[in-house]
C-alpha cells in the first residue's frame, strides 16, 4: 500500500443495509455491488449487481468470507465487507453458518480468495478441506490457526522468533513424562517444574479458549486472587480471598507485569499496519469502563517503533494477515502476552477505511495478473516518502522538526501582598523555605492550606478579632480566596503561590507599599493564576494538527476516484504513522497551555479520539528534563537591560522624530514603523489608553451592580468581580504615582483586551472596546518585539541566550537523519531477515516537534534572521523573505517555525544536491479584529498572481500631475468561510505546478529586479527624507490601517507592482479562489534549502511559498470556533530559491 493509496479514506461511503437472515442479499443503494449471505448457487445474477455486461462481472475475484454468523455478521465485519465491495473488481459472498456446519465442503460456494477464521463452535478442518479443494488465495493461515489456539505454542512460536514474553513455565499435566508437571506451591511462591515464580503471578490455562485466567497476589498485599473472565455485562474480573492454585489441568505460570493498570491492544493488517488502542487493565478492579453509549472505552496508543516491529514480527510469524494480539507495557519494554488472531477493531471508521483498503489491494495485486483483470499495481505501503519540494524537484522526505507556540489562553495574573501573620511564617518553615530563602507551592494540598489561612483570617476580620494590619489587607485576602476558590479544585497547573523572604521588610518603591514600611521580617506572598488553555486554544491545535498532515506524503488532497469518498485530506501521515516508518516525538515545556496545546495538536494530527489527558501521558515529553526550553541567565539580564532602554524612549511627550525612530527601531522593522505611524506621541496614545481602561472598569461595575446582568457568565468561569480585579489591577500599574506610565504594563494590557474582545464582548459589550485594542496592538507592536533587544546585536545575543539548547537540538535532530547516529531516539530497524521484499527497509520519517511559549519562538525566528545565513544586501530573494517577516508585527498564538529535510537517494552522497532543507513560518492565528493577513511581497505560484490581479477589481489608480502620488484603495475585508470547508485539486494539477515551482522563479525575476532598484533609490536618500516605505513605494501615510491587523495585510506584491508591471501570465486555477479570498490565506511560507557535502548539514538557507505549508492543495484552516474568530495560518512564508553553501545555523553545536 502507498500513502498516494491510502490518503483517502471511505467516510462518505454509503452504508449497505444488512438483512437478517442467512440467505439474503446485501445490497447498497444506487446501483452499487453488494456482497451476498448463503449459498452462492441461489444468487440471482442481477441481484445486487451493477448494470454491467457480462465480461465485466466475469472479471471480478470473488471474495468469500467463512466464518460464524457472530463473526461474518458482526458490526466490524459489515464495514470493511461494505468498503470492500466499493473496489470495481471485487465481490464479496458470505458463507452461511447453516451451509459451513451442515454441507459437504464440495457445495460450498467457489472463490478466488478465502477469508476465514476460528472461532467458538467453527468447523476449521473443513475449512483447511475447502482450501486443498479448490486452492483459493488465502488471507489468514488455516492451519496457523490450531497453534493460536493453545497458549503453549503461541509462546514457542514467539520466543522463536525472538519476541519478547514474560518469564514463564509451563505446568503440563496432559504430558506422560512427570518432568513436565512438577509443582511446588509455598505462601508466596510457587515453583513450577524448578522454574520459581514469586507473587504477584499469572495462570492461564493452555488453551487460548479458556479466559479464565488467575493472579495471585502475596501476603503482604493482602493475599487472594484476581480471576479474570470473558467480559459479563460490567464485569471482566472479580477478587477472591483464595490464595491457591488450581489442581487439575494444564497452565502457564509467569511473572505479573505492572503495567500502571492498561493493556495495549495491536490490530495488524499485514505487516506494514498496525493500529493500537489501550484499555483499563481488567487486573485492576474488574469494572468494565464504559461511555454514555455502553461502550468499552478504549485509549489511543503511539506504538513505538520497536513495538511496531513486533507487530510485524507477529504477522509474519503466525501467518494471519489480520491479526490481534496483546502488549504488555512494563519497565521500559513491551510484551506480547497474548495473541488471538483474526480479530478487528471496533468503532474505528479510520480502521475500517484501512483495512478495507489494504485487504483489496492485497488481493487485487495477487489475484489481477491470473484472472486477467486490467488493475494496476499501486504504490506500496513501504515505498520511500517521495514528495514535490518547493523547487519542482521530487525527494524523499527525511524530517521534520518545528517549533510551535501555545494555543490561545486566559490572561496571565498575578497578585502580590506582603503578609506577617504567623500562619504564612509556619507554612514557609514548613517547606523548607528559609533553606532557599523562597517557595513555590503548587499541588492541591499546598495551596488548600493557603486556602485555610485566607478564609481564617477573613473569619477574624468579620469578628472584629484581627489586628489592623490584617484588616488593611483584606481586599487582596479575599481575592487570594476567591482564585483558590475557583473551579472547586485544584489542579495546580494554572495556579500557584510563590512566598519569598525579606529580613527587613519589603524594599521600598513599589507600587504596593506602604510609605513608611516597617523593618522587621516579612514574607511576599505572590500568587499567579490564568494564562490556562481556553476552549478555543484546544480547537485551535487540533486543528492545526490536522492541517500539519498535509505536510506529509499522501497528504494533499486529490480528484475523488472511483468509490472514494470525501474528507481524504492529510491522510497520508496517519497511513505513515501507522508503520514503523514514521518517529514522533513531542516535546513541551512544563506549563500546563503548552502540554495541553501539544495533546491537542497530537489528537489532531494522528486523528485520535477521547480526552486529552491520556494523549498527554502516552505522547508528550517533558522538554525541561534536557534542558531544551531552559534561559541562559544572561539572557535575562540583557533582556531587562533592553526593557529599561526602551521604557526611558517610549516617556517622550511628544510625537516620534527621526532620531526618536532610529533609536526605538534601529533595525527598521516594517511593523514597528507602522505602529509608530499610529502612535505618534507615545504619551498621549498611553493616555488614551489609560481613559479607555477606566471606561471599561465602569462599564464592569454597573454590570456587576444591575441586577439584570450581575448573573451573566463570562468566558471560562470568569466573574465580573474578577474582571474588574484584573483591569483593576492593570490601571493602577499602569500609571504610576508621578503620573507617568509604566511600558511593561503594555504587553498585558493587550493580552486583555484581546481576550474580552474575543471572548467577552458579547456579554461586556463595551463600545470602545475595539478602539482599546487597536491602540493597545500598536504600542504592543513596538514594545514586545523590542523587548528581545532593539539592535540586531542585541536580538542575536537575548536570542542566543534563550534557545541555544533548541537549536542544538533541531541541528542534532537534522544531522541524525543524515549520519544516522545511535543512542536515545535511533529507530529500531527491521531485521534483515525480515526485510525481503521492503523496499528501503532502514528509511524512515522522523518527526520532532516543539511546544513552548512566545520567547522561545521569538528568539528562533531573531537567530534566523540575523544569524549571518544570507546577506541581505546581496541576496535578492533573502531579502525578499526578511521583509515578509518584518512586516509581521505578532507571533500569535499556534506560531510557528518548521524545517523540513529532504534527501535525492539518486544523487552522490557528497554532492551538494543530495539534500535540500525547507523553512517554513507561520504567525499563528487570526484576532477577531480584522481578520486579513500579510500577503508580502515574495514568491508565489501563477495561480495567485492571477486570483490576485482579477480579485482587484475594486483596486483604483489615480495618476495625476507630476509629483503626484498614486492612491491605492484598500480592500474590504474577506468574509469567513464555514467551519471545516476546504478546497481540492487533483494530483494531475499538484504535479504540474511541482514541475513548474522552478519556472515561477524565472518569471519573478522581473518583478524582483525592478524592487531591488527602488529599495536601493529610497535607502541613498537621507533618513529624515524617506516617506515612503522601504517595500514598493506606497507612502506610508497614505495606506495607514483603520486597524493594525489590516496592514500591511491590504497590500501584496501585486498591488505595489501593479504600477510598473504589466502581468502577462497565463491563468493557472489551482488556487485561484482558495488562497486570495479566504481571511486566514494570505500567509507565506520561508523555506530553507541547504547544499550538503559529505553528508553533513553545513549551510541552512531560507526559501519561501505562500499560503500552505509548500504543498498545493493543501487544507488552510478555517476560522475558528463561530464569535471567536481565530484562524490558523499553517506554515506562512514565500519561497526564495538559495544557491549559497557557505553558511551555517548559528550558533554551532560542535
Known sequence: MSYTELESGYQGLKQASSSDSTGSTLQTPSGRPGFYVGDEADLDPTDGLDSDDSSTSGKQVVVAVCAMSKKSQSKPMKEILTRLQEFEYIRMVVIGEEIILSEP???????????????????????????????????????????????????????????????????????????????????????????????????????????????????????????LFRKIGSRSSVYSPESRVRKTGSFIYEDFMPTDGTDVKVYTVGPDYAHAEARKSPALDGKVERDSDGKEIRYPVILSNAEKLISRKVCLAFKQTVCGFDLLRANGKSFVCDVNGFSFVKNSNKYYDDCAKILGNMILRELAPQLHIPWSVPFQLDDPPIVPTTFGKMMELRCVTAVIRHGDRTPKQKMKVEVRHQKFFEIFEKYDGYRFGHIKLKRPKQLQEILDIARSLLAEIQTKAADSEIEEKQSKLEQLKSVLEMYGHFSGINRKVQMKYQPKGRPRGSSSDDADAPKEPSLVLILKWGGELTPAGRIQAEELGRIFRCMYPGGQSRQQGPGEGSGTQGLGLLRLHSTFRHDLKIYASDEGRVQMTAAAFAKGLLALEGELTPILVQMVKSANTNGLLDNDCDSSKYQNMAKSRLHELMQIDREFLSEDRTAINPGNAISINLAMNFVKNPVQCCAHVHSLIRSLMAVVAVKRDDPKTRDAVLYHGETWELMGRRWGKIEKDFCTKNKSYDISKIPDIYDCIKYDLQHNQHTLQFDLAEELYISAKYLADIVIPQEYGLTMHEKLTIGQGICTPLLKKIRADLQRNIEELGGDESVNRLNPRYSHGVSSPGRHVRTRLYFTSESHVHSLLTVLRHGGLLNVLTDEQWRRAM???????????????????????????????????????????????????????????????????????????????????????????????????????????????????????????????????????????PHHNRTTSSFGGIPKDIVRPLSPDSEPRARSFEHQMHHHVS????????????????????????????????????????????????????????????????????????????????????????
Open 1063 to 1150: 502581468h502577462q501570465r497565463q491563468s493557472h486555477q489551482l488556487h485561484h479562489h482558495h488562497h486570495h479570498n479566504q481571511q486566514h490565506g494570505h500567509g507565506k511560507v520561508t523555506q530553507l534549502r541547504s547544499k550538503c557535502k559529505g553528508g553533513n548539514v553545513s549551510a541552512l538557507t531560507v526559501v519561501t511559498v505562500g499560503g500552505e505549508p509548500a504543498r498545493s492543495g493543501t487544507h488552510i484552516a478555517p476560522p475558528y470556533a463561530k464569535g471567536e474568530g481565530n484562524g490558523i495560518r499553517p506554515g506562512d512564508m514565500h519561497l526564495v530559491s538559495l544557491h549559497s553553501s557557505t553558511t551555517s545555523l548559528q550558533p554551532s553545536c560542535r
Open 105 to 227: 465442503v464440495d457445495r460450498w460456494p467457489l472463490c478466488d480468495c478465502l477469508i476465514s477464521f476460528h472461532s467458538k463452535g467453527f468447523p476449521l478442518e473443513k475449512a483447511i478441506k475447502y482450501a486443498q479443494l479448490h486452492q483459493p488465495y488465502v488471507i489468514n493461515n488455516l492451519h496457523m490457526q490450531f497453534d493460536i489456539q493453545d497458549r503453549r505454542r503461541v509462546y514457542a512460536i514467539l520466543e522463536n522468533e525472538g519476541i519478547e514474553i514474560p518469564r514463564y513455565a509451563v505446568l503440563d499435566r496432559d504430558s506422560p513424562d512427570p518432568k513436565h508437571h512438577e509443582l511446588v506451591e509455598s505462601e508466596d511462591h510457587v515453583e513450577v517444574n524448578g522454574v520459581v515464580f514469586n507473587k504477584p503471578f499469572v495462570e492461564k490455562p493452555v488453551s487460548a479458549e479458556d479466559h479464565n485466567i488467575y493472579i495471585y497476589y502475596p501476603t503482604s498485599a493482602g493475599g487472594g486472587s484476581q480471576r
Open 883 to 1021: 521583509e515578509y517577516v518584518s512586516m509581521v508585527s505578532e507571533l500569535n498564538y499556534m506560531s510557528q517555525i518548521v524545517i523540513m529535510l529532504y534527501e535525492d537517494p539518486m544523487k552522490d552522497p557528497t554532492s551538494e544536491e543530495r539534500f535540500h532543507v525547507e523553512l517554513h513560518f507561520s504567525p499563528g492565528v487570526n484576532c477577531c479584529v480584522q481578520k486579513n493577513l500579510p500577503p508580502g511581497p515574495g514568491f508565489r505560484p501563477h495561480s495567485r498572481n492571477d486570483s490576485v490581479t482579477s480579485k482587484n477589481a475594486t483596486r483604483q489608480t489615480t495618476t495625476g500631475m507630476p509629483g503626484k502620488e498614486r492612491r491605492i484603495k484598500k480592500m474590504k475585508p474577506s468574509s469567513p468561510i464555514p467551519i471545516g470547508s476546504c478546497h481540492t485539486v487533483s494530483g494531475h494539477e499538484a504535479m504540474d505546478l511541482a514541475k513548474r515551482l522552478s519556472e515561477e522563479l524565472a518569471v519573478q525575476q522581473q518583478h524582483q529586479q525592478l524592487q531591488y532598484q527602488q529599495h536601493q533609490q529610497i535607502q541613498q536618500q
